[in-house]
DNA sequence: TTGCAATACTTGTATATACAAGTTATACTA
DNA sequence: TAGTATAACTTGTATATACAAGTATTGCAA
């Protein structure tokens, strides 16, 4: 059985995006859509929080739900996914190129970061992501084997989430991100396109399941030109 | 009268961090808070779920709350903080100083990013953020006079956004940001620290007030070493 | 016409109930 | 002992009701 309030939700996302309800506008009320579709006030009102969170429309007590101009929300850095889900969604002109795929050595600092011990042994894949022939991003995972095992490289030429989630059978939960600007090392000036750059964007990651359990860290090592972070906030009052 | 979820919330908050509950154990569940607060399920999860999204917990079905460790999350850019916030928060030996304030041109291009029209004015603020003597960051800030109509200098120095909510009694709405890296301008290399560098990263924003009405354009101009963005974000399936 | 009060809307909060779905511990059976 | 079914938990979804709080409209009175 399907939530209704999800099907509520990607129903009325659909019909912005469709300009059923056009910028600023005000959508039906929520007694209104409860008729419509048949359903409870709080069941709507789930799928209209929803809506807000991620920048479809802002409620107004009083008034109604106003439909905002989410316009070009492109590269969402914000959330997780997969480089080819985003490339997909953005219908990209991609390619990746896996450059290495082994397993690190006992004294690696990543061992700390994602804090294994003892003898479980952690892998690494380093891929590089065209965007048009150009090699604009280099992305270094590094997985815990005891949660995901190493697979064939051409998994990783696909999408590891894809391995990690209907292979596994594992559910991602969450991740932690920072975001820092760097000086190319030797491997970026040997991978990248850098010429006439001196800085890359480096989007630092932890990865965990939905068990809490952390199994991957990842630095996503981006061409500065070629970065763009869009997010959107609402305001909270700290009274 | 108190909202009672955010008090619980605020409550929770504050045990967490104290420590009360320490990383990767259980909260109480959802009905043991239930009594132990004397309210409804729902409303205590409702404290949860805004603890879920701000990265204190993960929920588990079937199993409780389990609490993260928010190491950290220092400079967020992430939400819609004015600078003021953010040094007190993080106990910075900041300071501001004010070095333009008036209006700007009727051809200037940030017109057009306001939306303003006709004969209404927008006023310029422009102010260098020192840390430690250095100064790292310059905001450059446009504002529509219809909304919010140019203030002191003094007003300036200390927060905009205290006379925008509380002198003005406005509602601060939403915001849609935009991060990139570009090359320092003139202006940039003249009131900035920036010997050394070839970057600034520059966080634009448009700013809403609560009533949908766009009322300001922001443009951050961060030195790169002392730019840091951490972000948390939850796995959305997209099926 | 203007101003104001009443009214009919809107969304927000709090509560209660029922059942579904996932996890863990218990106790029983082979 | 090992395995399995059961029961007792956990969180998730859906519904209903009541009232609070903010907004817009209506209509009446000066």
Redesign the pocket.
């Known amino acids: ?7 509520i939700y990607d129903d009325l996302v659909k019909k912005i995006q469709t300009n059923v309800w056009s910028e600023s506008t ?9 008729m419509m579709y ?6 709507i ?2 799928a ?2 929803l809506l ?1 969170q991620n920048g479809y429309i802002h ?7 106003v439909v905002i101009d989410r316009n070009k929300f492109d590269f969402p850095v914000s959330g997780i996914s997969s480089f080819k889900e985003l490339a997909e969604s953005l219908e990209l002109n991609s390619e990746t190129v896996v450059e290495r795929l082994d397993y690190v050595k006992k004294d690696h600092t990543v061992r700390s970061k994602l804090g294994v011990s003892g003898r479980d042994q952690v892998w690494q894949v380093d891929r590089i992501r065209k965007i048009d022939v150009e090699k604009v991003i280099l992305d270094k995972d590094y997985f815990n084997e005891k949660h995901v095992p190493m697979p064939a490289k051409e998994v990783c030429e696909d999408s590891i989430y894809d391995y990690v989630e209907r292979e596994l059978g594992l559910t991602i939960g969450f991740a932690k991100k920072e975001i820092v600007v760097e000086e190319p090392t030797d491997e970026d000036r040997e991978l990248l396109d850098l010429t006439g750059f001196t800085n890359v964007v480096v989007i630092k990651s932890l990865v965990y399941l ?2 809490t359990s952390l199994f991957q860290y990842t630095e996503s090592r981006h061409r500065p030109d070629k970065f763009r972070f869009v997010d959107f906030a609402r305001r909270v009052k700290n009274g």
């Not at 059985?1 to 099907?7: I, N, P, R």
């Not at 409620?59 to 739900?65: D, E, N, T």
């Open positions: 059985m399907q939530k209704k309030y999800l099907t005000l959508l039906p009320s929520e007694n209104e859509l409860t048949e359903t409870s006030r709080e069941t009102r789930k209209l929080n807000s409620k107004i007590r009083g008034k109604g739900s939905a068990d």
